[in-house]
């Protein structure tokens, strides 16, 4: 007789056997009866199969029922079961707060590191360019070897030719872009502001061709002059001061007191050149050559160019190398630029910031793999805790599958927790990450956790379960189980010697990880704290830096100089101010004009004629705002100004390459038909960074040469910040409609330009300690556990009149030689991983020895305070009591 | 020859599977003779129509089936109601009171 009750299912050959038998049953029935009734066997049978009604349609009817039952009830098994395992996980995670605190807490930030170094590399590195076909669209360079720039802009000139002459290009376009630089004055509407603006020359937006979310981009006929004022608007701008006016198109708006026409507004998306966020795109036709020079010797514009389809990058780079080489032979401004570099133009974007991002992901995955390997270590621990409790399972019949199944479920779920506390931690930190702003990079507009951010993170917590879930789960149920219940209450000794020997191989792994995040963090924070201890050559606290600027076509008559000198006299008057001076480019935000040694007249060698000399427009008391040095000669005066013989100060860099020796002071140069005579000369201020020392440098009096940027610096008596309000009144004092484009202090500037490092280093850091804490972890559990599990023996031991120091020395050699086996695989590993670091490292090379050696003191260190608590509880052990728990 | 028996609608079926089985388990068989006998053979169902309800009800959870024997020693699918099904079977009961006594406030007005 088969079975009454089937389980788990029916097969759908079996439900239709069945379905046929009760039919057939049925009719058996009726046709009895019938012949009770005397009817004749056959005629009953048929009759019966009569009086039933459409036998067929009921059969395939009833199968279909059974079937769909049979269906439902599989899936509310399997339901029901892993509602019962994850009801079982739950209260099993209960039971152990400890373990769970730790466990979540770790994953929890593990896995939000991660989610939030994903969301980075995404927005930056992976989400599309918000370009048509971006891989056609590569960067171009001049270059030149003579000068050492591998990388330079073109003249316009240049940038002409090239673009007649390339075949190799579908179009080439042209920008002049720099960040705090160029800009225009938005005016007219509400309080006057400082736009960022990018100035495009013909072939941009062919190049890039952005799809404008209203309106059109700048058609090829608007650089000419006469039509060129007309202006691209930036997402942001239309948001903040139009308020989405979707009527924009066809208005006029003022820029730098012209009317500008808005042809068009750019997706959010899209804000090329910049790195986040751009105001107006304008033809740079719109400034003269008074304003932007125009021959070939002023190399300011950037291009870009579209290859046609096949032209590999290497190709175009021939074809406009073969340019360049022309040029630098048919023109002498042109000498030296003899080649070009080509890159695709996500290289040029965010070609250097890819190595700090990897450098963090792989940071965080092993954060996370650590993490993984202590939760496993602690989860093996577990289970030789919970061997009975499993043994017990297993003897009422649960099978060795199911058992996994149902450890792998506890798993899973501290994954899952952890993984939604870790996506809300990382939400946490890419929100602050935006909203600090601090961090300048490449397409940080684009950084946001999305449904892609989130899925990740999901997939990374089911991984992590699995990885920390399986092995303790496979070695849990391994065959012994049975054997465990029967060895009774010491049954946790059985497989004793394995599982220690795997504990143990964990926490060398936990080691050997903490070692590799402890040595990126010993070097990524020494590196940072010797850019920090960089003298600069100036001192930034006390300064307040306010950055506005000179409409252009005042540079060239009285007004401009008259107003700029009122501006500053009107903050030197304010009480609370010491000093205040101005200079176009601060220090960090640009590295001014660069004429060639030649055309200055410095005493040069036929073969440096081409060195670059640094210029920058600067005024009287520039040097005592920003605290620069003045080592011999005087400061620029009043009396420096149009008419008088034009003076300049250089700093000790060019004093010291030209003069060296001698006094530069009173030394005369004649560039040209001109005379220049240096007065002063100041000590080296590092304008292109802390990373980096001075170049030689002349500074030469704004009131002679006017410039239209100003970044007004002002020494306060006290806390600068608290000037901010006094010195924007005493500009508009002198012009109400003045831009200030910026108010902040020299410190925020200079952290600014270290705000990379600065974030690479905490966050190295933070890893760092947290690899710290879990290796000791790792190390003080399995010792504690050990010394547990071996009272009898220690008890013994001390029974047998072993001295305490030994007792002690045992435990503690434990744990050294696991910190030892750690650190030395781990140093090995560290070698090789931070060498990825060399170019995000200042002053210290990856290898650097004492970094090593105080990294392996510290996991020692930390190794032996760990052992020692677990050591001195087995010195505590009275042999008595430990003797009779036997 | 018996009378024509009353045609039956498809949820009063499902009414009449669930009381008949409220007394006891039955197989389909028993069913279909438990009604015919209680109405004098009035109401019969179709043996079609019956076992594609039996069916259609224990795929809903109403009734419960085993294989066991009938009396006359054959092996046969055994239905009984199940806790659903009883709480089925009674608001179905409420409805058809309430869905009678309108149809006859309208057929003999008092």
Not at chain 1, 538 to 558: C, F, G, Q, T, Y
Request: proline share 5%; glycine share 10%.
């Amino acid at each position: 007789m088969s079975p009454t009750f089937r389980f788990p299912f029916r097969s759908r050959s079996r439900i239709a056997s069945e379905v046929d038998e009760e039919l057939a049953s049925h009719l058996a029935m009726v046709a009895a009866r019938l012949e009770q009734e005397g009817w004749s066997p056959p005629d009953a049978a048929s009759e019966a199969r009569r009086r039933f009604g459409d036998l067929e349609l009921t059969r395939e009817y009833c199968r279909s029922e059974d079937f769909r039952r049979e269906k439902e009830k599989s899936r509310m098994i399997v339901f029901e079961e892993l509602r019962h395992d994850v009801t079982y996980a739950l209260r099993a995670l209960r039971a152990s707060p400890g373990f769970t605190l730790i466990a979540l807490a770790t994953l929890a930030f593990g896995i939000g590191a991660n989610t939030a170094v994903f969301s980075v590399v995404r927005g930056v590195l992976l989400a599309p360019l918000p370009f048509a076909t971006p891989d056609r669209i590569v960067r171009v360079w001049e270059s030149s070897k003579t000068l050492g720039i591998p990388q330079g802009t073109f003249s316009e000139p240049d940038f002409l030719d090239v673009r007649a002459e390339s075949r190799l290009a579908e179009s080439i376009g042209g920008y002049f872009f720099a960040d705090n630089l160029t800009g225009v004055d938005l005016t007219q509407r509400g309080t006057p502001e400082r736009l960022s603006a990018a100035l495009v020359a013909p072939g941009f937006f062919e190049t890039l061709r952005p799809r404008p979310l209203i309106g059109r981009t700048l058609s090829a006929d608007e650089h000419t002059p006469g039509r060129n004022h007309v202006a691209v608007m930036g997402y942001g701008l239309w948001k903040r001061r139009f308020a989405g006016d979707p009527h924009i198109v066809g208005q006029t708006i003022t820029l730098n007191g012209d009317p500008f026409v808005v042809v068009g507004v750019l997706p959010r998306e899209f804000a090329y050149p910049a790195a986040q966020e751009l105001d107006v795109w304008i033809p740079l036709s719109y400034f003269g050559p008074d304003a932007i020079g125009r021959g070939r010797a002023s190399h300011f514009l950037s291009v870009i160019a579209r290859l046609r389809p096949g032209v590999t990058p290497a190709q175009f780079r021939t074809e406009i190398s073969a340019i360049t080489k022309r040029l630098s032979s048919n023109y002498a401004e042109n000498s030296g630029w003899d080649a070009a570099s080509v890159a695709t133009i996500r290289e040029a974007i965010v070609g250097d910031v890819r190595r700090p991002l990897l450098v963090l992901v792989a940071a965080v995955a092993l954060v996370l793999l650590i993490t993984c390997v202590n939760i496993a270590s602690l989860l093996l621990a577990r289970a030789t805790a919970r061997q009975r409790e499993l043994a017990v399972r297993a003897a009422l019949g649960a099978g060795r599958g199911r058992i996994v199944r149902q450890l792998l479920t506890e798993s899973l779920t501290v994954a899952l927790f952890g993984g939604v506390m870790g996506a809300a931690l990382g939400y946490v930190a890419v929100h602050a990450l935006v909203a600090s702003g601090g961090v300048q990079l490449p397409r940080g507009g684009n950084l946001h956790v999305d449904g892609v951010v989130l899925a990740c993170t999901f997939l990374v917590s089911l991984v992590a379960g699995l990885l920390f879930g399986a092995l303790p789960a496979m070695r849990a149920a391994g065959p012994a189980l049975e054997h465990k219940l029967r060895t009774g209450a010491r049954g946790s000794m059985g497989g004793g010697a394995r599982a220690r020997r795997l504990r143990g191989a964990l926490v060398i792994c936990q080691i050997a990880l903490a070692v590799i995040l402890v040595a990126g963090a010993g070097l990524a924070a020494k590196s940072f704290a010797r850019l920090l201890s960089v003298n600069m050559g100036i001192r930034p606290e006390h300064a307040l830096v306010v950055r506005m600027s000179i409409p252009p076509e005042w540079s060239d008559s009285v007004r401009g100089p008259a107003y700029y000198e009122n501006v500053l006299d009107a903050i030197r008057a304010l009480p609370g101010v010491d000093a205040a001076g101005s200079i176009r480019d601060l220090p960090t935000r640009g590295k001014g004009e660069t004429p060639r040694a030649s055309q200055l007249g410095l005493p040069v060698a036929d073969a440096d004629a081409d060195a670059i000399i640094h210029m920058h427009h600067i005024s009287p008391d520039f040097f005592k705002a920003i605290g620069a040095q003045l080592l011999s000669g005087r400061d620029f005066q009043l009396t420096d100004r149009r008419g008088a013989p034009i003076v300049l100060i250089v700093n000790e860099a060019l004093a010291k390459r030209y003069w060296p020796g001698e006094n530069a002071v009173g030394q005369v140069l004649h560039a040209g038909s001109t005379d220049l005579q240096i007065v002063g000369v100041v000590g080296d201020i590092r304008q292109a960074g802390p990373g980096e020392p001075a170049e030689p440098t002349i500074y030469i009096p704004a009131l002679q040469n006017l410039r239209s940027g100003m970044s007004i610096v002002v020494r306060a008596k006290g806390d600068p910040m608290r000037l901010a309000g006094d010195v924007r009144n005493a500009i508009w004092s002198v012009d109400r409609n003045q831009a200030i484009s910026e108010v902040t202090t020299m410190e925020d500037v200079l952290g600014k330009a270290v705000s990379r490092q600065k974030l690479l280093a905490w966050l190295l850091g933070i890893f760092g300690v947290l690899g710290l804490v879990l290796g000791a972890l790792g190390i003080y559990g399995l010792l504690s556990f050990a010394v547990t599990q071996r009272k009898q023996e220690i008890g013994v031991r001390s029974a047998l009149g072993a001295p305490a120091s030994s007792v002690m020395r045992m435990i503690l050699g434990q744990g050294m030689a696991l910190a030892c086996g750690g650190v030395i695989i781990g140093t090995i590993a560290a070698a090789l991983l931070t060498r990825q670091l060399r170019a995000q490292l200042y002053g210290i090379t990856p290898g650097d020895p004492g970094t090593y050696a105080e990294v392996i003191v510290v996991l020692l260190g930390t190794a032996l305070i760990a052992s020692w608590s677990p050591a001195r509880k087995a010195l505590a052990i009275d042999p008595v009591t430990a003797m009779r728990q036997e | 020859m018996p009378r024509q028996a009353l045609g039956l609608l498809q949820g009063t079926v499902d009414v009449l599977i669930l009381k008949t089985l409220s007394r006891k388990p039955l197989h389909g068989y028993g069913i279909s003779e438990f009604i015919g006998q209680q109405t004098g053979g009035e109401l019969s169902i179709e043996d079609a129509a019956l076992y594609q309800a039996l069916h259609r009800l224990e795929r809903k959870g109403l009734v419960d089936s085993e294989w066991g024997v009938s009396e006359s020693n054959r092996r046969a699918r055994i239905y009984s109601i199940t806790s659903d099904g009883r709480k089925q079977l009674r608001s179905e009961v409420v409805e058809l009171r309430r869905y009678m006594a309108a149809l006859f406030r309208v057929l003999e007005p008092a």
